[in-house]
């Protein structure tokens, strides 16, 4: 794979779970395969703890980085508001980071994440055909 990443986005009634990845297109069931094991480890294993901790980390670290302009403050204001959270979610988020255990990651995934009903989007050259 030439570069893989992930992101949550969470609405009122639903959220979305994406992983986006490059690799040459007779390696995308390879790619899949893989990111289908690491989900399904999520469940099964609990998180290694310096890895915990990293995630955690940059976690925190992003509290701050989300308001270090006047427009990452009102997007972030206009998002807890459309989620009708508090203006200091960010800060009550970081307490409930600080107390996240490998248990508590491996029950989210669990409850939340079903690996085998994922759908995949394929973009890029069309499979050589067949002569």
Same mark, same amino acid.
Request: hydrophobic fraction near 40%; include cysteine; proline fraction near 8%.
């Given at each position: 794979?030439?570069?893989?990443? =992930?992101?949550?986005?969470?609405?009122?009634?639903?959220?979305?779970?994406?992983?986006?990845?490059?690799?040459?297109?007779?390696?995308?069931?390879?790619?899949?395969? !893989?990111?289908?094991?690491?989900? /399904?480890? @999520?469940?099964?294993?609990?998180?290694?703890? =310096?890895?915990?901790?990293?995630v955690k980390?940059?976690?925190?670290?992003? !509290?701050?980085?989300?308001?270090s302009s006047?427009?990452?403050?009102?997007?972030?204001?206009?998002?807890?508001? !459309?989620?009708?959270?508090?203006?200091?979610?960010?800060?009550?988020?970081?307490? !409930?980071?600080?107390?996240?255990?490998a248990q508590?990651?491996?029950?989210?995934?669990? /409850?939340?994440?079903?690996?085998?009903? @994922?759908?995949?989007?394929?973009?890029?050259?069309?499979?050589?055909?067949?002569?």
């Amino acid at each position: 794979m030439y570069f893989v990443f =992930s992101t949550l986005n969470v609405g009122l009634t639903r959220g979305v779970y994406q992983v986006e990845y490059g690799c040459d297109p007779p390696n995308v069931p390879k790619a899949r395969a !893989i990111i289908l094991k690491n989900l /399904k480890d @999520l469940q099964t294993k609990k998180v290694p703890a =310096s890895e915990l901790r990293q995630v955690k980390m940059g976690l925190l670290r992003d !509290i701050p980085l989300a308001e270090s302009s006047v427009d990452y403050i009102a997007r972030g204001w206009l998002a807890y508001s !459309i989620l009708d959270l508090p203006l200091d979610e960010p800060v009550r988020a970081a307490r !409930i980071y600080v107390q996240l255990d490998a248990q508590d990651v491996q029950n989210a995934f669990v /409850k939340w994440l079903r690996p085998d009903d @994922l759908v995949q989007v394929t973009q890029g050259p069309a499979p050589p055909t067949k002569k």
